[in-house]
Every structure is written in structure tokens, then in C-alpha cells.
């Protein structure tokens, strides 16, 4: 099963803790694409190691992220990074309010064996990944040999032994408490005694891991794996550094752990597609009139039974329930097993693609179709836009991604959009040595 073992971390020193909102996450709100510059950010930023092939720092004489390398290396000189004296699990919550409350994911941070996916293997994917978004990650890995972000697994926890070791928060001394630049509480202690940490390694060694978060970097991490196994020097048991990755490990269970919908919105489809949709619909679903996207976000409620999805016309919204018996509910029973219950792969796979004619040859996806969050957003693409129609989905529930890759599926893209992400800059993992 996974092997999870204990991490040393690479941390910002106590004398900067008044600095640390503006060194773990740019100021203000929002997303970061990764293509920004780094005018406004502060000097001593995670994200002065992670942005930009060649950084202001850079000579044209050195490879990509050699810059990075350097930095890093100064900071540690400088005492700006301080490497925790003992290994330990690291306890990582994230507050935040969805308009309804405080909510709350835990999670233990430390360092998870890497193994390629493979059947019997105890590491799996929930997705598929594009090649091309991988190199300059593994040459940045290559430059800096650290792990400058999180990797984030599910466990099912069906002992409930993880979520008890979360639990035992009195054992973890405090380290960290801060806001982000998207208003996200982020709270960091680390457990260290040996009675701990044998206890996390044993229950762990009971789980499967399912990637959440950052399928690119685990890829990645087992990319410079076998780099660094290529070597003539490395003997062929000995155990490395670049064995590992540093994880986030979320019970599946977690009342905090909350997977955002994500809507699609099409555009320039052939018309026929169109017609096709509505008389696939009038075959097998109910439509029923909704006035606003409240009401349309009661109807996608999570305890309204049924497979169902918010249909948004430029003039109207509309609600659609599959009934049973129908043509479209029989395909359903053709999907695999764990992807039935899966709104989304029915959506793609009886819908788009079955009803529709809609497969992945048909268009180049970033020209016809967008994802948003916001289902406000995605009704306005369509009835104020221009867009031609959209589809309002349910979030798929963590059990649900749990349940396809055990069973070797994945799920279709864009479907799991894990929130909130885990911040750069609070937990380093360097690879020089454990």
C-alpha cells in the first residue's frame, strides 16, 4: 500500500511572520496565472522561484530555471529559509467561507512514495494529462531540486484512522497562521514524536491514494524519478530523495474537502447538433421551466434525486431530469459501473456525446466549449454574451473520484476542481538530502 513517510521542511524564518501574506501568495484576490510578470510581488515570494522560465535574474549562458536555482540556494544562505529540525507530519488546514459558513479541510502533509500508475499499484489518477504542460515543469525540477508545491491525495479512510490522527491536534505544535491573498485562513502545525509518526506511517500503509490536485507535478516528480535513476552512480536499491513528493493527504470523508461544479458553455456548434439536443431531450429527460439561476440552483441541489442538469438557452432556462426506462437512462447503464452516478461522464457520454454527436474529434474543445464556476457567469455567457447554449452541472462528490480511479477510470476533464487549492510558500521539500 502507500508509503508515507515523515518530512523536514524548508519554512520562511519567524522574522519575516508580519511579511508572510505578500511571501506565500500575491496581494489581492483571485487567480494567478502562471505567465505573469512579477512587477508588485515581493522580493522574497514563493513566487520569485516558480514564475517564468528566465526570471530577472537570469543569464543567457545558464539553462531555464537556473535563476530559480540560484535564488533559492541565497535564501537558505541568508537564513530567509530554515529547514525544521525534525521530520514530522505537518498538519495543513484551510478556512474559508462559500457565503454559508466557515468550512474547514484537514489534511497531513509529509512525503509519499512515488510509483508509476499501474493496476495493483496503490497511487492512482482521477484524470488524464496533456505531455506538452509538462517539460518546463521537470526542468524546473531538474534546476531547483525542490518541491515548491503540494501535491493533493484522497484517501477513503474506512477505519476512520486518518481522520482520528487529524483529530489529535493537541500533539501538533503551532507553526503558521495566516490569510492569503484570497481571504483563505491557513493554519500549519507539525507532530514530530515517534508515537505519531509510526501511527500515521501504519495507517497509511492501509490506503490507496487517489490524486486530487496536481496530477502534472506527481508526473513530473516520477519524471525526475528516473532521471536521477538513470545516473551511473545511483545503486539500484538506494533510496532517494527524488523517490518522493511532498503530499497533502485529504480522508475523502473530510466535511471540508468541497469539489466546485464546473458549467459548460458551447459556442459556433453546428446547428444540427442543437436540434439533435432538444430531441434527445424531449425523448428521455423531463424539462422543466425555471425562472432564475436561484431557482435553477435549487434544482441542481445535491439531495434532489436523479441525473440531472440546468439547460441554459439564450431566452430561457430550463432543468432536465433523465427518466427512467429511457433511451438515454439505458446508455447510462452502459457506462462503467462507478461512472454512472457520475453527472458529469453522463453529460459528456450520453449527452454531448450519444444525443449530440459531440466526441472529442469532432471540435478543437478550447474553440467550442467553456468551463466556468460561477453558474451566474456561465447563464450571463449565453443570454447576455452571445454564447450559444450551457450546461449547469452538480460538483461530482470526493466518494465518487475515490471510486473511479480504484476502479481504473478516470473522470472526464474538468470535472473536479478541488477548492481551495493548497498555497505555495508555506512548506518547502528539498531533494539535496531527507
Request: contains cysteine.
Amino acid at each position: 500500500m502507500a508509503v508515507f513517510r515523515p518530512l523536514r521542511a524548508l519554512r520562511y524564518c519567524s522574522d519575516l511572520k508580519g511579511e508572510l501574506p505578500f511571501l506565500i501568495s500575491p496581494p489581492g484576490e483571485g487567480p494567478h496565472p502562471p505567465d505573469e510578470g512579477l512587477e508588485g510581488v515581493h522580493p522574497l515570494a514563493a513566487l520569485q522561484l516558480t514564475r517564468g522560465r528566465y526570471g530577472p535574474e537570469a543569464r543567457e549562458d545558464e539553462p531555464p530555471f537556473t535563476h530559480a536555482a540560484r535564488l533559492l540556494h541565497a535564501w537558505k544562505q541568508e537564513g530567509i529559509l530554515g529547514r525544521d529540525p525534525r521530520p514530522g507530519f505537518y498538519l495543513y488546514e484551510q478556512v474559508w467561507d462559500p457565503g454559508t459558513g466557515p468550512v474547514t479541510r484537514r489534511g497531513l502533509v509529509g512525503l509519499l512514495r512515488l510509483e508509476d500508475f499501474a493496476p495493483g499499484g496503490s497511487v492512482h489518477p482521477h484524470e488524464r494529462t496533456l505531455a506538452h504542460a509538462r517539460e518546463d515543469l521537470v526542468q524546473h525540477l531538474s534546476a531547483t531540486q525542490a518541491h515548491l508545491s503540494l501535491v493533493m491525495g484522497l484517501v477513503a479512510d474506512a477505519r476512520g484512522e486518518v481522520a482520528a490522527l487529524l483529530g489529535r491536534g493537541a500533539e501538533a505544535s503551532p507553526l503558521v497562521e495566516v490569510r492569503d491573498g484570497d481571504g483563505i485562513l491557513n493554519r500549519l502545525s507539525v507532530a514530530c514524536s515517534n508515537a505519531y509518526v509510526e501511527s500515521v506511517v501504519r495507517a497509511m500503509a492501509e490506503e490507496h491514494v487517489v490524486l486530487a490536485d496536481g496530477h502534472h507535478r506527481y508526473e513530473v516528480a516520477l519524471a525526475y524519478r528516473d532521471q536521477v535513476r538513470a545516473r551511473p552512480e545511483v545503486r539500484r536499491h538506494q533510496e532517494l530523495p527524488s523517490d518522493y513528493v511532498m503530499a497533502l493527504i485529504v480522508p475523502d470523508g473530510d466535511p471540508g474537502l468541497v469539489i466546485l461544479p464546473t458549467h459548460r458553455v458551447f459556442r459556433r456548434l453546428p446547428e444540427e447538433k442543437v436540434s439533435a439536443l432538444h430531441r434527445g431531450l424531449d425523448e428521455s429527460f423531463e424539462r422543466v421551466p425555471l425562472t432564475d439561476v436561484a431557482e435553477a440552483t435549487r434544482f441542481l441541489h445535491p439531495g434532489e434525486p436523479g441525473e440531472r442538469f440546468v439547460l441554459v438557452l439564450p431566452d430561457r432556462l430550463e432543468g432536465a431530469v433523465l427518466r427512467e426506462g429511457s433511451p438515454a437512462a439505458r446508455a447510462v447503464k452502459g457506462l462503467p459501473a462507478p461512472l454512472r452516478d457520475v453527472e458529469v461522464a453522463v453529460l459528456r457520454d450520453v449527452v454531448f456525446r450519444g444525443i449530440m454527436g459531440i466526441g472529442p474529434e469532432d471540435f478543437p474543445p478550447e474553440q467550442h466549449v467553456s468551463y466556468v464556476n460561477d453558474a451566474r457567469t456561465a447563464v450571463a455567457l449565453v443570454q447576455d454574451a452571445g454564447q450559444q447554449i450551457g450546461f449547469l452541472v452538480r460538483a461530482a462528490r470526493p466518494e465518487q473520484v475515490t471510486a473511479v480511479a480504484l476502479a481504473g477510470e478516470v473522470m472526464p476533464p474538468k470535472s473536479t476542481n478541488f477548492f481551495p487549492k493548497p498555497v505555495k510558500g508555506l512548506l518547502i521539500n528539498s531533494l539535496r538530502s531527507f
